[in-house]
């Protein structure tokens, strides 16, 4: 069984500022993705970023990087430049690489408040 | 390309009853998966459909169920309705890519 933990309930930081949000997760598969969701107070989720684990290079979307450590078994997300659109829940979530798996596990979400 | 689209938006159901939720995927996405968001849960997986087959399933009550047609479009029924089915259903479409794409959710409240 796989599960995601993301020991940050809630977090802020200043407008401009650069924040990381943890995530950790315990797994047997040896293949499988990693992926950012950003869910706003519209409750809409949007995917932020994705990572392969089989990639040793952090995956990085614009202001948006991850710190992918395998054999921890750790994912962090980095915001740079913080905007107040940032302000949303971030859900950590996993995906093993299976055919016939498509279901992501997911964490239990960090509040992050960018304060202008 | 339109997102995937969720309808109705809102539901408010008696306990006992049984309701029905639609989700459009984006246009060439085959896979429809569903969860279940509440805040003593969190974000759950219910089922995924794939061509109209269901190929995974979370572990919920055989109350939940779902089906797939041929144009990819998808639809979860849950039967007698309990409290704690209140939630926000969430569906997600995707491709070949594992990147799964969501819709802005049913908000189903049980009363």
Not at chain 1, 46 to 68: D, G, M, P
Request: with cysteine; hydrophobic share 30%.
């Amino acid at each position: 069984a796989q599960t995601v933990t993301q020991s940050q309930p809630e977090m802020s930081v200043q407008e401009a500022e650069t924040v990381t949000l943890s995530c950790t997760y315990d797994t047997s598969e040896s293949n499988y993705y990693l992926f950012w969701y950003k869910q706003p107070p519209s409750r809409q989720m949007i995917l932020v970023i994705r990572q392969e684990a089989y990639k040793q290079q952090n995956a990085t979307e614009n202001r948006f990087s991850v710190n992918f450590q395998k054999a921890a078994k750790s994912f962090s997300l980095k915001i740079s430049d913080s905007q107040l659109g940032d302000t949303a829940m971030y859900f950590c979530a996993f995906m093993a690489y299976q055919t016939g798996a498509n279901n992501l596990f997911f964490g239990t979400g960090t509040r992050l408040t960018v304060i202008p | 390309k339109a997102g995937v689209t969720q309808t109705p938006r809102y539901l408010i159901k008696t306990r006992g009853q049984q309701v029905t939720l639609s989700c459009s995927p984006i246009s060439g996405h085959r896979s429809v998966s569903w969860y279940q968001q509440t805040p003593g849960q969190g974000l759950q997986f219910l089922f995924e459909y794939f061509s109209e087959t269901q190929r995974n399933k979370g572990n919920f009550p055989g109350r939940f169920s779902g089906r797939q047609f041929s144009n990819s479009r998808s639809e979860m029924n849950v039967s007698t309705l309990e409290l704690g089915d209140s939630a926000l259903y969430l569906c997600a479409s995707s491709s070949r890519s594992y990147e799964q794409y969501f819709g802005p959710g049913t908000r189903l409240t049980v009363t």
